[in-house]
């Protein structure tokens, strides 16, 4: 009963988050759709910064170090399929470098001044971050297909309290202050997605 409960709450926290990912992720898509000229209307080149650094930097806070974890759990079972393991552990390398590199043509399209449909740098931070959000979108939809059932299935209870522990950890003062901080920026971000897209 225990085990059930804690199960749910941490599951339930995991695709809650990705929820919330994907929501600012469609809406960084139709920005940078925008700017790169493909949908009509002004790009907000401050929106995109600000969107790039939630979807960043709210995994951080402990989402990441949650999935790590049960990776790590899950790699100690018996019949687990090491392959998905391995596939999950690859893409959080590949989305890590995939940041970098929307980093680093974001700093270069910025210091060509304003960034102008069809400037060699911004075509190439347009690219990146179209490529980013395609593999973030996928690696998200493989976690909940593949990794969150597995993990149902193969964690003992003892599994479950110890992450319980971990996500307590994290919500520690300084934690919270900043889950709160991304909170605040995830509700300003959807705000004219949809009134009720809050969630
Ligand atoms: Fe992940
Ligand atoms: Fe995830």
Redesign the pocket.
């Known amino acids: 009963m225990l085990m059930l409960l804690l199960m749910n709450q941490i599951i339930e926290q995991l695709n809650q988050d990705h929820r919330r990912l994907v929501k600012v992720l469609y809406r960084l898509d139709n920005e940078i759709k925008t700017l790169g000229g493909m949908l009509t209307g002004k790009g907000n080149m401050e929106a995109v910064v600000d969107m790039l650094d939630y979807i960043q930097t709210y ?1 951080e806070l402990n ?2 170090r949650l ?1 790590d974890e049960i990776c790590r759990l899950l790699k100690k079972k018996e019949w687990v399929d090491g392959d998905i393991l391995e596939e ?1 552990e690859d ?2 390398e590949l989305l890590e470098l995939l940041a970098e590199n929307v980093h680093y043509h974001m700093d270069s399209a910025i210091k060509d001044s304003a960034i102008n449909e069809g400037a060699a740098n911004t075509v190439r931070f347009l690219r990146a971050v179209k490529e980013y959000i395609k593999y973030q979108l996928k ?2 939809e493989y ?1 909940q297909k593949h990794l969150f059932p597995m993990a149902e299935k193969y964690l003992t209870e003892e599994d479950w309290q110890f992450l319980q522990i971990l996500l307590r950890e994290d919500y520690s003062e300084l934690a919270e202050s900043r889950l709160l901080k991304y909170s605040r920026i995830y509700q300003q971000l959807i705000a004219d997605i949809s009134p009720i897209a809050a969630t």
Do not use: R
Request: proline share 10%.
């Open positions: 995994p989402h990441h999935e999950v893409k959080h690696h998200m976690e």
